[in-house]
Every structure is written in structure tokens, then in C-alpha cells.
């Protein structure tokens, strides 16, 4: 049999499954994936909310509804008539991955490296596998545990600052650094407070009988310190091919959460020989974790001689990184996703160009509601512009640095400039005249 692009056999028949996110349906991304699995010749099923199947139609080879597409039991009902039909999960996504590998036990639809997905999203895991190769100080807190008694405990463990952070999770949501003992219990009810009224939430249960729940439980862990890095790459029949290694480079704070406002990519601070010794580090974990078939972005630290892992997420890192990895490389990250997917090679080498790219990033410093960006035209004078990337749209409320944690990420990433560089010593003044210029205006500021 063959389907209307031509592909033959089983392959024309299966359907590979994207999933419609609640309130990111405007961003378009479900309808590109649609397009380009078709211009392979794939087929395509995309999980939606009911009311938005009709934006689907005709976009995707199959819509399916599904009143809560964070439901394992929700997704494995409306699919189980596609049972022996489905290929693949077109992406995984860091709000819905417990559904998607849930509905892969159930309705046996093969997935490779699932134990790297877990071991890695599931951070006390990657803890456990790494405790002899890359060794970080780390506990699980239970929230019927707590009490002061277990916080001073934890610091004289840990040492002061120690980081509290869910057990999976991405953006810094909900992560804390605790600076004492005296305020550490207060900070970490506060968390655990937040947690619990996130709906976005779910437990998951491993195969060794372990159930984690980011509601009740956390990992605490000791703050390493050393230059903080990131390295992009992938994995394919278990080797890591690396691509970008980003630097952060400046940093803001609040309270005692920090957060990067420039990072430099590829940092122009690394040796070849610093280079080797990462990849052979990151390849070592990466074949412990189990992790293959996919994009991963890993954060660690460096002194000049040492690996301190801080987490690996499988999956490209977000933001304006895909953006960063097409201007360096001329590459479309989604793409070489499907690629992955699919099993097709994948280059060896990517080469880029010379020099680096500087990334700032603009902040809200308050609340309200979203008008515009003040201060563009200057950013996009500078001879080094290169591109940029906008978070927010007009009318869309930030909520104050005080507020949730879950809302972090919104007041976070709000705008990005990016320069190409040749030179170190452009560095301040592009930093400082873009943080200084660029603003955000608000109709009703807080």
C-alpha cells in the first residue's frame, strides 16, 4: 500500500505522534512538524484538546482529541485503537515525557534509550548512576520529613550554599539556593508549598517499584563550584557527537537564586585539550545513563581539571538555542530531530565559523501587562547583530519576581540579542549598552 507522498509498506502506515501542548497551540510548532514528517513521507497524528482539532485538520494525516493530554490513562484511551499503528513519539516534551513513556509501556510503541530518558529526567537517578564516576553530595527530602532539625542536618552534609531543586523539571522553576540554616527550613516548606498546588504536575513509578512524586519530594544537593558551561550535542547508536559548548558568562540575582544574562557560544575560553577531556567525560556518562537516539543538552562545571556534572536533559537546550546552533552551523535542528527519529546517519562533523556568539538576556524587572520592547533599534545598529529572540507577546501578563515559583519563567525569559564576534573585548560593551538600552514597557506596571 502507499500513501499519497509515496512512502511504501509499514513505514506508510504507521503514525508518528505529536502532542497539541494547552495554551502553546498559537506558537505553530505542531504544524511545522506535521509538514516536514510529511515531506518525508511520515504520517502524522496529533493529540489535541477537542476544541482545537479543527486547527489540525488537514495539517496532520490524523487528529485525535483528547480532553487531558497529560493523562497516561486520558492518551492510552484515545489512541489504544491506533495500537500496532504507532512508530514513534514525534518529540518529547519535558511537560508531558511521564505521559509519553507511560502510553510506550502500554500500548508497546518502541522507544529507544528509554532508560537514558529516565535516568536523566528523573534527577536523583542520574545522581545514583554518576555517585562513582562523577561524584555530587545529593539527598531526596521527603516533605513529611522536614524539620529543622533535618536542615541543619542537610548543611552540615552538604556544606552552605546547597541547592534545592524538584527531582525533574526545567527553566529553574522552583530551584533555591540555601544560604543557612535559619532560613533554610522556611525556604524549603515555601517549595514544597508551591509544588503542591501545581496541576502541572505528575508522579511517575519506575520499574524497580519506585514511585517519584515532585510534589512531596526534592533533592537537595551541594553547590559545586567552577566556571558553569553547557555543551549541545547528540547521540546516535551511543556515541556523542558534540556541537556547541555555551559559557555563562555574566549573572544576575534574586534573592539567592542566580540566573545567567550572557552566555558566550562556542566559548572562546576553552582549549582543544579542555575540549577532549569533556567529550570523553560526557561519552563515559552517556553510555552509563543509557542515553541514545536524541539531542542533549548537558550543564556542568569546570575548574581547569575536573567534570562536575549538574544535569543532563535529553533534548536540545531551550530557548534560543536551535536559533544558535542554525546560525553557526547553517543546520535546521528540527530536521536532524527527525533524522534521530527515524534512524537515518547523522553527520560526524559540523563545522562552523570563527569567532563566537554573544548571547544577552533582558529580564522584566516587574509586573504588569506587556505592551513592547524599548530600545531595539539600537540593538539591531550594531554592526556585530546577528539575530534575536522574543519570549513574550503583546498583552501578556508577567507576573512579579515574588510570586510562584512555577512562574519564574516568565519574568526570566523575556529577550535575547546576539552578536557575532571576533574579539573578547567586544564583549563588555555590547553587554552592558544592550541591558542598559533594552526595556520592557508595561500598560499597567506593578
Known amino acids: 500500500m502507499q500513501d499519497r507522498t509515496g512512502t511504501s509498506g509499514a513505514a506508510a502506515e504507521a503514525y508518528y505522534v505529536d502532542v497539541a501542548l494547552p495554551g502553546l497551540e498559537s506558537f505553530g510548532e505542531v504544524e511545522i512538524r506535521c509538514g ?19 486547527r489540525y485538520t488537514g495539517k496532520a494525516d490524523l487528529v485525535v482529541a483528547c480532553a487531558d493530554v497529560y493523562s497516561t490513562d486520558a492518551v492510552t484511551e484515545v489512541l489504544t485503537p491506533y495500537r500496532g499503528k504507532l512508530a514513534n513519539w514525534v518529540t518529547l516534551n519535558d511537560l508531558v515525557w511521564h505521559m509519553q513513556l507511560g ?19 528523573i534527577k536523583p537517578l542520574l545522581r545514583e548512576v554518576l555517585a562513582d564516576t562523577l561524584p555530587t553530595r545529593a539527598r531526596v ?12 542536618e542537610l548543611g552540615a552534609d552538604l556544606g552552605y550554599p546547597f541547592v534545592v531543586k524538584p527531582i525533574w523539571g526545567s527553566g529553574g522553576s522552583y530551584v533555591e539556593f540555601v544560604e543557612d540554616a535559619e532560613t ?14 501545581d496541576s502541572n504536575i505528575h508522579t511517575y513509578g519506575t520499574d524497580d517499584g519506585r514511585l517519584w512524586d515532585p510534589r512531596t519530594q526534592l533533592l537537595v544537593e551541594e553547590y559545586v563550584t567552577g566556571r558553569e558551561l553547557s555543551l549541545e550535542a547528540f547521540v546516535q547508536h551511543g556515541e556523542l557527537t558534540s556541537l556547541l559548548t555555551q559559557e555563562k558568562y555574566f549573572w544576575d540575582s534574586d534573592g539567592a537564586y ?34 541514545d537516539d536524541t539531542f542533549v543538552h548537558i550543564e556542568f562545571k569546570w575548574d581547569g581539571d575536573r567534570v562536575h556534572m549538574i544535569e543532563l536533559n535529553p533534548r536540545l537546550g531551550g530557548g534560543a538555542v536551535p536559533k544558535t546552533l542554525d546560525n553557526w552551523f547553517g543546520i535546521d535542528t528540527r530536521q536532524l530531530r527527525f533524522t534521530l527519529m527515524v534512524g537515518d546517519p547523522m553527520p560526524a562533523h559540523f563545522h562552523g565559523r570563527d569567532g563566537f556568539t554573544l548571547g544577552v538576556f533582558v529580564n522584566a524587572h516587574q509586573s504588569g501587562t506587556f505592551t513592547e520592547l524599548d530600545g531595539l533599534s ?24 515574588n510570586g510562584s515559583k512555577a512562574n519564574r519563567v516568565h519574568w526570566l525569559y523575556c529577550y535575547d ?13 555590547l553587554y552592558t549598552e544592550t541591558r542598559n538600552r533594552v526595556h520592557l514597557k508595561f500598560a499597567d506596571a506593578h
Not at 378 to 401: C, D, M, T
Open 36 to 54: 516536514l514528517l510529511r515531506d518525508m513521507g511520515l504520517r502524522s497524528l496529533v493529540l489535541a484538546r477537542p476544541e482545537m482539532v479543527e
Open 103 to 121: 502510553v510506550s509501556d502500554r500500548l508497546g510503541i518502541t522507544f529507544p534509550g528509554k532508560r537514558g530518558q529516565l535516568n536523566c529526567r
Open 141 to 152: 527530602i521527603n516533605r513529611d520529613d522536614l524539620s529543622r532539625a533535618l536542615v541543619t
Open 184 to 197: 533554610g527550613y522556611d525556604l524549603i516548606s515555601t517549595v514544597f508549598t508551591q509544588l503542591a498546588e
Open 258 to 291: 542566580r540566573f545567567e544574562t550572557a552566555n558566550l557560544c562556542p566559548t572562546p575560553f576553552l582549549t582543544e585539550a579542555e575540549h577532549a577531556t569533556i567529550h570523553t567525560v560526557m561519552q563515559d556518562a552517556i553510555t552509563r545513563l543509557g542515553v
Open 378 to 401: 539600537w540593538v539591531h545598529a550594531q554592526p556585530e547583530f546577528s539575530f534575536e529572540q522574543k519570549y513574550l507577546q503583546e498583552g501578556q501578563h508577567i507576573p512579579p519576581r
Open 417 to 429: 540579542a546576539f552578536y557575532d564576534c571576533t574579539d573578547i573585548t567586544q564583549i563588555d560593551r
